[in-house]
């Protein structure tokens, strides 16, 4: 079966500091990955997907089929950033597994 | 606008009793989704639906039972709550042709 292990479940950094969001897949294909997002009280929301190479709100992630990780990253960690991350992957059968999530402070 | 709705945003209610969880969305999407989630935990997909007829039931078994008569509404049915069901419960719905989601505000269930 598909598995998404995030490792972190608490991850905690000083505003400005970089931060990294470790996700790793177990799909041997080729996968779509996702990175989702839940602010307190507010819904579930998409951050990015690999495919679209983009940058949201500062954050990238790439794709490492090698490794077959989908990192999240940004450089300067805003107060605003603290929330609880997803990461997703789609294999064969087109649904998205989600790893069990890290919830990050951004201290200031 | 377009959108996912559910209701009741926070249920509490007794062993025993048949409850229905409402799922509606104006995003024009064919397939919609359940899932449960616990607090702090991973969400597991529980039942699923690619159109109208169509159900699936999803990774984790569920007591639950779903339909999809109109292409705009995904409800989800306990015929008998027990408190091994108290959970989060989100609907979610995606386009033909993506893997990409967008959820609704959820249900929070508590069965004592």
């Known amino acids: 079966a598909q598995r998404v292990t995030q490792p972190e479940k608490l991850l905690s950094v000083f505003k400005g500091a970089p931060v990294e969001l470790k996700c790793n897949y177990s799909?041997?294909?080729?996968?779509?990955l996702f990175w989702y997002v839940q602010y307190s009280r507010q819904r579930l929301q998409l951050l990015l997907r690999?495919?679209s190479r983009e940058s949201i709100k500062g954050f990238t992630a790439d794709l490492n089929k090698g490794e077959t990780s989908f990192h999240l990253k940004k450089p300067f960690a805003q107060e605003e950033d603290s929330a609880m991350y997803y990461c997703?992957?789609?294999?064969?059968?087109?649904?998205?597994?989600f790893g069990s999530g890290t919830q990050l402070t951004v201290l200031p | 606008e377009a959108d996912i709705y559910q209701t009741p945003r926070y249920l509490v209610i007794g062993t025993g009793k048949k409850i229905t969880l409402e799922c509606s969305q104006t995003m024009g999407h064919d397939k919609m989704y359940w899932y449960q989630q616990d607090p702090g935990m991973e969400l597991h997909l529980i039942h699923y639906s690619y159109g109208v007829n169509s159900t699936e039931k999803g990774d984790l078994s569920s007591e639950s039972t779903v339909s999809r008569i109109r292409t705009e509404h995904f409800p989800l049915t306990l015929e008998s709550a027990r408190p091994s069901h108290t959970s989060q419960y989100l609907c979610a719905s995606s386009a033909q042709g993506t893997d990409e989601q967008y959820f609704g505000p959820g249900t929070r269930l508590t069965v004592t």
């Open positions: 799909y041997s294909g080729s996968p779509e």
């Open positions: 690999h495919i």
């Open positions: 997703a992957s789609s294999g064969s059968a087109r649904q998205l597994t």
